[in-house]
């Protein structure tokens, strides 16, 4: 589904992304770990065309699409959420999410300009998958609350949701349970399971390492900027080289003895 | 929130009833040129609005706009015997045209930087009106020919306070009914998060290019109604205080709000008007209220409006 080859990014001398090589598959989460400053976020931002990649390649369901802009990965089936919540905080929560249909909305100007009687129609069409989508991520009672207003793991939901709405087939979540309390976070999970199950390959940036080993189907670890091990949870998991990177020389003997 | 600040019929009803009822209360003539002057200005600022509040995008040089719609009234049937009312349908196009070519390279800025090429592209379209004499009269400007609409001359105070009304009507209607609309969202998103609104699959370069038309389609028309409504323009109307002014009356009456334009107008025409009783210091009262009112209405008197009626329940 998505193929991602050799990919890398410079900010002037710093490699900030350096040779870094995955696939995710349709159905399937990949969760992308490292310590901090591993460029796990840099690496969304080149695959989903915040940043242009300085080398390598991004596919996309077999189309080469790397350095794309943005919205052309959103009408190629690419979504994506942010660490840094980026929702439309002067809209309300449903209206956010029916920006999301953007794409499969038809749009003209003039037809806004004068709201035709097709603009409503299609108005009601929209909001109604729109509240179909909330209803999934359990904030369907927030609906004509302004998106300003909700919880902090209420926005990190919506941003699902908004993501969700572009009909993607891979969705990138950067930290989706980041700053979640236990039962969020607990939601969150089964949320983004439910996603996968759809048939949509899941792309995963996440510190929570409960919930990255309870529910992804392979780990992709980086450390700075650098592929350092890819495989099951388990394989991660008992990986000498990982426990180095995140704790250290001492810490990962620690762990190895213990 | 106030319904009655929200639903686009409504709105317009309640403008509608005002405008018909206040020259009822006016003791002269004087005050229905005002009133005139306040629809046509409104209207500028409505479009304007939709660049600034709903896009987010700044123009400091949007007079530009105002002032090739004046010239094309003033031009249009002097230099081509058109008539009043095409030449206003040609200004409004060379306007839009003209803002689809400048806009496609500078909207790419941000910012100060968007707001500094808009200054000197305001800047630039006053330069022209002001040297290229020969059709624009130059500095002292040139008269215009009334309008006449189906062999009615319009020349009376009365007939352009109705003909003026109407406009902002239209032009109230058409910016509410954007809310709401596939577009309106997008632009709405853009304002919010840029980086987010592309995700989705929003074009934005196109999307700040179609805000930035409709913003000077609305200027030119209202230059073209200001122009024949004086039957004389002069290269001020396109200059940068009249940009400045019509950014005041945005910001001033509340970013995003459709009403908050036109209070925008009616603080920005009516107060220099009432302000004449103190003579010399007319102008620094005008700067010293509106510091004060942005200082304790940051949102605008509109949304600040909105905000106490809903506090208040």
Known sequence: ?258 | MSPVLNNRYAIVAALALIVAILPFTFPSGYYLRVASLVWVSAFAAIGLNVLMGKAGQVSLGHAAFFGIGAYAAAIGPAHFGLPSWAALAVGACISAALAYLVGRPILRLKGHYLAIATLGFGVLVALVLTTESRWTGGPDGMSVAKLTVFGWRVGTAYAWYWLSAAFLLVGTWVALNLDDTPTGRALLALHDSEVAARVVGIDVARLKLRAFVIAAVYASIAGSLLAMMNGFVNPDLAGFQHSVELVTMVVLGGLGSVVGSIVGAVVLVVLPQALTVFQEYENLMLGFIIIVSMVFMRDGIVPMARKLVARAR
């Open chain 1, 1 to 258: 589904m998505l193929v991602v080859k050799d990919i890398g990014i410079s900010f002037g001398a710093l490699k900030a992304i350096d040779g870094v090589s995955f696939s995710a598959n349709a159905g399937q989460i990949l969760t992308v770990i490292g310590p901090n400053g591993a460029g796990k976020t840099t690496l969304f931002n080149v695959i989903s065309g915040v940043y242009v990649a300085s080398r390598g390649s991004v596919e996309l369901c077999g189309e080469d699409v790397t350095s794309f802009a943005p919205e052309a990965l959103a009408a190629r089936g690419m979504s994506r959420t942010f660490q840094n919540l980026q929702i439309f905080q002067r809209m309300t929560v449903a209206q956010n999410v029916m920006v999301g249909r953007h794409l499969k909305e038809r749009s003209n100007l003039f037809a806004d300009l004068l709201r035709l009687p097709s603009v409503g129609r299609q108005n009601r069409e929209t909001r109604d998958a729109a509240l179909q989508l909330l209803e999934e991520v359990g904030l369907r009672d927030k609906a004509d609350v302004l998106a300003g207003n909700l919880s902090y793991g209420g926005c990190k939901r919506l941003e699902i949701a908004r993501a969700l709405a572009t009909g993607p087939r891979v969705l990138l979540l950067d930290e989706p349970a980041a700053g979640c309390n236990a039962v969020e976070t607990e939601e969150i999970d089964r949320l983004i399971c439910r996603v996968a199950e759809k048939g949509i390959a899941v792309v995963l940036v996440e510190h929570d390492m409960k919930l990255v080993m309870k529910i992804s189907h392979r780990i992709l670890v980086l450390d700075r900027g650098r592929f350092l091990a890819e495989g099951t949870p388990a394989e991660v998991r008992e990986n000498p080289g990982v426990h180095q990177a995140y704790l250290g020389n001492r810490g990962a003997k620690e762990v190895q003895g213990a």
